[in-house]
């Protein structure tokens, strides 16, 4: 039975101070996510003067676009568990030191080789701190508030790399291309310092360490000021430590179909999603749109992404699962509207609005998912995992955009295609919500029970 004395670290979470410590943990989380906008685009926007500046073919440049998305996807698979190892703060600030000294470093590349091997890099340490960043806030925010939490996050990423181009372009034509990596890079590098001092480590995370008491009474205070702490307090969390081989535990203890689904949802959303904001503009440009107005839609596709992230978060919160399923059960139909010819210019910014409020906004609720499925000890490698396996499908949708480019298919069959991965991520997201118990409400989130452990205990 409890003793007087337990503290239960996810009751003192879930019942702590608005604002404070948690506003904290959301802007610089926020942050992080901004930079990974813009880093997202980065090479899109610098490609036209490398390709010109270096006198190379454009399939050439193809590489160069998938070595950072293949480094992050790495970064999230192999990172995730140091995470879990060591904690959440050190491996976003030692994945974000990384991500800026080498994108800097890009911004000094004299060839496509080098350039390849430091998106490569970069990639890797990206890859390492954002689902680290999103277990963080994920330990921190309320349960019934943790998908919204998310979603604001991403806004942070949609801004990024909606915001990105419009402060690159006047630059680049002063300075050269190099500008957008040297920009890329300091920002991180420049937001470390503040990182390493406003963030804490997960209070879940130091509960399952024994001889952490000291920093976690410090951050439950934070959180809770009028909070109690008596001499010889034991802080309880319900959970039991894992043991070694924390991948392996994505697949036990009944979790096996639910990361297998997870991971199919990942791939076919990161595959749609880059389908459409790789090909997107070229596309539209392609079928007579002018290239300005083509790339002015795609910004409207990050925009709506935007208010999907905030609205399908909080969707999900309240709704749970079926909320993503229904994302991306109306994002299938809404892209595919995209290529139907003839559609009047103002309906069809509306239309691309739309899906990028769908496609994204569900990808923010399955990124909230994957931070809030898996127990606190296998999270960030769960959150990982979730995120390295979906990138093969952000690898490979403007692999296959190109391949279907290249047949000559007509847009209105183009855009058939985007939307058929989405329909199978809606597929996936109702299949998780037959196998999961909602987020919101997961077992670690409950108050104390007979037969709870000490944090720090191994299981009973």
């Not at 702590?16 to 880093?39: H, K, P, T």
């Not at 909320?323 to 010819?341: E, K, M, Q, R």
């Amino acid at each position: 039975m409890p003793g007087e004395r337990d503290i239960d670290v996810g009751a003192v979470i879930e019942n702590q101070r608005r604002g404070g410590l948690s506003a904290a943990i959301l802007f610089w989380s926020c942050a992080l996510m901004f930079v990974e906008g813009y880093d997202n685009q980065v090479t899109n926007y610098a490609a036209p003067a490398i390709i010109k500046a270096w006198g190379i073919e454009r399939a050439a440049f193809g590489p160069v676009f998938v070595a950072g998305l293949f480094g992050y996807m790495l970064g999230a698979l192999g990172l995730s568990d140091l995470a879990d190892r060591f904690g959440r703060k050190t491996i976003i600030l030692a994945g974000f030191w990384l991500f800026g000294l080498l994108t800097l470093g890009a911004a000094f590349a004299e060839t496509r080789e080098q350039l390849i091997a430091l998106r490569f890099l970069a990639g890797i340490g990206l890859g390492g701190s954002i689902p680290s960043a999103i277990a963080l806030s994920a330990e921190y925010t309320p349960a019934s508030q943790r998908a919204t939490r998310i979603g604001l996050m991403f806004v942070g990423y949609t801004v990024g790399a909606a915001l990105g181009g419009a402060l690159v372009a006047p630059l680049m034509r002063e300075f050269g291309w190099p500008i957008a990596f040297a920009i890329g890079g300091l920002l991180p590098l420049a937001l470390s310092p503040a990182l390493m001092a406003a963030l804490p480590e997960s209070a879940r995370f130091l509960a399952l360490k024994p001889g952490r008491d000291a920093r976690l009474a410090a951050i439950l205070t934070r959180l809770k000021p009028d909070l109690a702490i008596p001499r010889g307090a034991r802080f309880v969390l319900n959970e039991a430590p894992r043991a070694a081989l924390p991948v392996a535990q994505l697949f036990r203890e009944g979790r096996a179909l639910v990361t297998a689904l997870l991971w199919f949802a990942f791939v076919t959303s990161f595959l749609g999603h880059h389908f459409l904001t790789s090909w997107l503009p070229t596309v539209l440009a392609g079928d007579g749109l002018p290239i300005e107005h083509a790339v002015y839609a795609s910004s409207l596709f990050q925009a709506g992404g935007a208010l999907g992230s905030v609205a399908i978060g909080r969707l999900v919160d309240r709704r749970g699962i079926v909320a993503i399923a229904i994302a991306f059960g109306l994002a299938a139909p809404v892209v595919a509207l995209i290529g139907v010819p003839g559609l009047p210019e103002a309906a069809l910014m509306g239309v691309v609005t739309l899906a990028g409020l769908f496609v994204l906004g569900g990808q923010v609720g399955l990124n909230a998912l994957s931070g809030t499925v898996y127990p606190t000890a296998i999270r960030s490698t769960g959150a990982g995992w979730a995120f390295g396996v979906g990138r093969v499908g952000s690898v490979l949708g403007p692999l296959i955009g190109t391949v279907l480019i290249g047949f000559g298919l007509p847009t209105w069959l183009l855009l058939i295609c985007a939307a058929i991965p989405l329909a199978g991520c809606a597929g996936a997201a109702a299949g998780l919500r037959t196998r999961v118990t909602p987020p919101e409400r997961s077992a670690s989130d409950r108050y104390p029970e007979p037969g709870s452990r000490p944090a720090g205990a191994g299981p009973a």
